[in-house]
C-alpha cells in the first residue's frame, strides 16, 4: 500500500511527512519516502502460537514528492510517474496562518487549494485519455469499446468531475487500469491547521460531498513532537489534547477513509501482515503476497485470526470445521488468516 502526498508549494507536506513518519527530511528536490507501520498485535499473537521468529507489520509507504505544476495548471511531468503508480492519493492543503510563509496564491484558503489540486489532476487524466482517443481515431477504431469509455471519460473530465466508481463499471476497470487515471485513485485530505488556522468547515464539507475523509494536523508541531522520545511524545500529544501520535490516527484514518483491510498469513519462517482495501478479493490478496499465487491460484484456507488462537492450531480448527475453502471471488475480511494453495 502506497500513498503520495500533494499539495501546493509551501503547504506543509514535508511538514507533515516528517510528522506522521518521524524523519527529518529536508530539500524539497529529492523524493523522500517512509514505511509508516500498521501496528496489528494478531501478528504478534500469532507469531506466538506458531513460534515462528519473524513478524511482519504491514506497512504503509508515504511518499512525499518534489511536485511541480505545469503552466496549464496540471501536474508536471517530473514526480507524475510516481503519482500515477501510487495506490492512493494524499492531498495536503494549508490552513495554518504564518506572516513569514508566504504563500503563492496569497490568501490562505484551503477550500480553494483543494479545487485547484483536484483540477490538476483532471487536467492530468485529461491529457493522458485525450492522446488515446487520438491515437486509436488514427487508427480508425472510433467507436470501438476503449474508444467508447475513453469518450465517456473525458466527456467527464472536460466538465471537471473526476473518474469516479459511479462512471466506470468493473468489467471497465481492467481495460483502463494501464492509465492509472489520478482521478479514478482513493484520496484522503489532511489540512495543515498549523498553530493558527482559518475556518477549515468549508473545506471540510466539500470532501466530505466528495466521500473523501479529512485529517486535521498541525504540521509544525506534530513534527517537533514525532522526533521526541516515546515518552516525551505522549505527555506532549496528551498537552494537545491527542491520544495517538500523528502517524497512528494518520494509518486510522487512511483504514477507514480507503476502507482497507488487513489479512494475516502463516508462512514458514514468519508472521505477516497485509493491508488491502475492503472488497478485495482472494486472488487478489493472492497477488499481493506475490504473483506466481495470483497465477496458479486453486482456492484459499480461511480461519478468522482469533478463531485460530482459540482453536490452537490449524489441525484443530480443521477438525473443528473452522476452515474454510474459498475461491477466487471470496471478499477477504479484516482479520482473516489466509493461506493460498496454487499449483504453477
Ligand atoms: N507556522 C507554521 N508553519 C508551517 C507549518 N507547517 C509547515 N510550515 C512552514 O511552511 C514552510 C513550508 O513547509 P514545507 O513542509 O517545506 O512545505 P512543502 O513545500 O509543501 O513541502 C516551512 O517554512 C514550514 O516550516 C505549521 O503547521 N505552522
Ligand atoms: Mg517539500
Known amino acids: 500500500m502506497e500513498t503520495c502526498l500533494i499539495g501546493l508549494p509551501f503547504c506543509g507536506k514535508t511538514t507533515i511527512f516528517n510528522a506522521l513518519s518521524g524523519q527529518q527530511?529536508?530539500?524539497?528536490?529529492?523524493?523522500?519516502?517512509?514505511?509508516?507501520?500498521?501496528?496489528?498485535?494478531?501478528?504478534g499473537q500469532l507469531a506466538a502460537l506458531f513460534e515462528k521468529k519473524k513478524q511482519v507489520q504491514a506497512s504503509v509507504l508515504l511518499k512525499d514528492l518534489p511536485l511541480q505544476f505545469s503552466e496549464q495548471g496540471g501536474i508536471a511531468a517530473g514526480a507524475l510517474g510516481e503519482l500515477r503508480t501510487s495506490d492512493a492519493v494524499t492531498i495536503v492543503l494549508r490552513a495554518f496562518v504564518d506572516e513569514a510563509v508566504v504563500?503563492?496564491?496569497?490568501?490562505i484558503d484551503?477550500?480553494?487549494?483543494?479545487?485547484?489540486?483536484?483540477?490538476?489532476?483532471?487536467?492530468?487524466?485529461?491529457?493522458?485519455a485525450q492522446k488515446r482517443v487520438e491515437?486509436?481515431?488514427?487508427?480508425?477504431?472510433?467507436?470501438?469499446?476503449?474508444?467508447?469509455?475513453?469518450?465517456?471519460?473525458?466527456?467527464?473530465?472536460?466538465?471537471?468531475?473526476?473518474?469516479?466508481?459511479e462512471l466506470i463499471h468493473e468489467e471497465e476497470l481492467s481495460l483502463l487500469a494501464g492509465f492509472q487515471f489520478l482521478t479514478a485513485k482513493p484520496?484522503?485530505?489532511?489540512?495543515?491547521?498549523?498553530?493558527?488556522?482559518?475556518?477549515?468547515?468549508?473545506?471540510?464539507k466539500r470532501s466530505e460531498e466528495l466521500g473523501i475523509q479529512v485529517f486535521p494536523i498541525r504540521g509544525l508541531q506534530e513534527m517537533e513532537i514525532a522526533q521526541l522520545s516515546p515518552e516525551d511524545q505522549r505527555e506532549f500529544l496528551a498537552d494537545l489534547g491527542l491520544q495517538a501520535t500523528a502517524g497512528e490516527r494518520f494509518l486510522k484514518a487512511l483504514y477507514s477513509g480507503l476502507e482497507l483491510v488487513s489479512f494475516?498469513?502463516?508462512?514458514?519462517?514468519?508472521?505477516?501482515?497485509?493491508?488491502?482495501?475492503?472488497?478485495?478479493?482472494?486472488?487478489?490478496?493472492?497477488?499481493?503476497?506475490?504473483?506466481?499465487?495470483?497465477?496458479?491460484?486453486?482456492?484459499?484456507?480461511?480461519i478468522p485470526c482469533d478463531q485460530l488462537l482459540a482453536a490452537g492450531s490449524f489441525a484443530e480448527a480443521r477438525k473443528q470445521g473452522q476452515l474454510r475453502l474459498e475461491?477466487?471471488?471470496?471478499?477477504?475480511?479484516?482479520?482473516?488468516?489466509?493461506?493460498?494453495?496454487?499449483?504453477?
Open 110 to 128: 484551503p477550500l480553494r487549494d483543494l479545487g485547484k489540486l483536484l483540477d490538476s489532476m483532471v487536467f492530468s487524466d485529461y491529457e493522458i
Open 264 to 302: 494475516l498469513t502463516v508462512g514458514d519462517q514468519e508472521v505477516r501482515a497485509w493491508s488491502i482495501p475492503r472488497g478485495a478479493t482472494a486472488l487478489q490478496a493472492a497477488g499481493k503476497i506475490h504473483s506466481d499465487m495470483e497465477r496458479g491460484f486453486i482456492r484459499a484456507e480461511v
Open 327 to 344: 475461491g477466487k471471488e471470496y471478499h477477504v475480511k479484516d482479520g482473516d488468516v489466509v493461506t493460498i494453495r496454487f499449483n504453477l
Open 25 to 43: 527530511a529536508g530539500g524539497y528536490q529529492q523524493v523522500h519516502l517512509a514505511e509508516v507501520p500498521v501496528p496489528d498485535p494478531r501478528v
Open 135 to 165: 491515437r486509436l481515431e488514427k487508427e480508425g477504431k472510433r467507436g470501438d469499446r476503449e474508444h467508447l469509455i475513453l469518450a465517456k471519460i473525458i466527456a467527464r473530465l472536460e466538465q471537471g468531475g473526476g473518474i469516479g466508481p
Open 103 to 107: 504563500h503563492s496564491l496569497g490568501e
Open 187 to 204: 484520496m484522503i485530505v489532511i489540512i495543515n491547521t498549523g498553530e493558527r488556522s482559518v475556518d477549515i468547515a468549508a473545506v471540510q
